[in-house]
């Protein structure tokens, strides 16, 4: 099997060569990595004529190798990039798929440039557009509008990933003894944490949830909504990093979404902005919404996904405070 290394140029020039994606007459100029990835190992090829990304999975988690995930994932990435470019209300916010290698888990894709991911948005300095805002949601207008089914069938189903981020959304933060001290993380949080770990009735809400999150449904989401998942780009807001799609529920989505603009403290015609420019709003279940940006918030905050943000234990706790009540409809 190849094996993708950034210090193996040639090996991998080769095999581009052999995948008819790199001509017999272009050589790699330069490796190197196009962003702070956590699933996948990816590079950026420069051949001095073009340049253009390589994405290969693997049988664990990149950022934490201690955690097995499925080999494959990236190949149900790329059966999402070739679905979206069916749909340029879609496509257009999205690299393009140019190969695609299910013997070695490699995809081949458009570079969108020199970009930075909205992570920044983590150190609490930063504030999203209302146009940016606007490209997000009119993303999932079209992904949830254009990609719906009448008959809920198995079409990237995407289990063995899901149950993967069902664990670590619905399972593991809620647990009272899962081997991570949150202290680590910020002196405190432990303790903070414990009353909602404890917390019966919140735990069995949890568990229907995740019950929601792992049924069929007819909606294709991306499935990691977030801002490392967002790029700021020459050309507007590009969306990355589908490989937890799934045909599911919308209020999943745009749950991510709300409840990554409430960490990251975004005024509040951000928030009212997703109401007004998503065009099914009316249509969405509110209290399944409200949960889903709950539960996300908590997962965030005291589960194993640990974001940059740069906030004290005051602020942590008022959101916990909140994402409980989002989460129990109060």
Known sequence: MFILDANKPK???NYLQKQHWLGLDETIVSLTKPGEGN??????VNTGKRTFIVKQSRGYVEKYPQVPAPANRVITEGAFYKKVSEENKVQQYMPKLIGLDEINNVIILEDLGLTNDFTVLYGMQYQLELEQLKGLVAYLNGLHNSFQKTVVDDELANMELRRLNHEHIFHYPFLEDNGFDLNTVQDGLKELALP???????????????????SKGKYLLHGD?????WLK?????????PEFCFYGSREFDLGVLLAHLYLTQQKGNLISGVISEYKAY????????NSFAGIEIMRRLIGLAQLPLKIDLKTK?????FAYQLILNK
């Open 317 to 321: 706790k008022q959101l916990l405070e």
């Open 196 to 214: 909602y770990v404890k917390d019966r009735h919140l735990k069995q809400k949890i568990e229907v949830l995740g019950s929601l999150y792992l």
């Open 225 to 229: 909504f977030y801002p490392g998942s």
């Open 233 to 241: 780009t020459e050309t507007g807001i590009k969306i990355i990093d």
């Open 11 to 13: 090996e991998l020039a």
């Open 39 to 44: 699933m996948n190992y990816v590079l950026r």
């Open 282 to 289: 009316s249509e969405l279940n509110l209290e399944i919404l």
